[in-house]
């Protein structure tokens, strides 16, 4: 899917992310378009064959957004591991 980042995004660490829930909910493709800016951001040589590691509080609208993520580092070829606040879970 083509994607272009919003005015507001810019692809350092999680800084982006730091935005009210109902920006990502109501903006088409915020998260996916943030999350690719910060793929892209890394030279492709340097992303193949590495783990990625998405880290959660759980708090509400963290399930999808850890799904986007997930999703979209494969699609860039990374492994992805999940780490939430109490344990880190199994990778994908």
Known sequence: MQT????DQRP???GGLRRPTA???SQRNYLPNFIQSVLSSIDL?????CTMVVGSDGRYFSKT???VVVQ???ANG????ILYTSRPS???
């Open 12 to 14: 350092t660490g999680g």
């Open 72 to 74: 979209m580092a494969a």
């Open 23 to 25: 920006v990502f909910e």
């Open 45 to 49: 040589r340097d992303r193949q064959g």
């Open 4 to 7: 272009v980042p919003y005015e």
């Open 78 to 81: 990374l492994k992805v591991g």
């Open 90 to 92: 199994k990778r994908y």
């Open 65 to 67: 957004a850890v799904e």
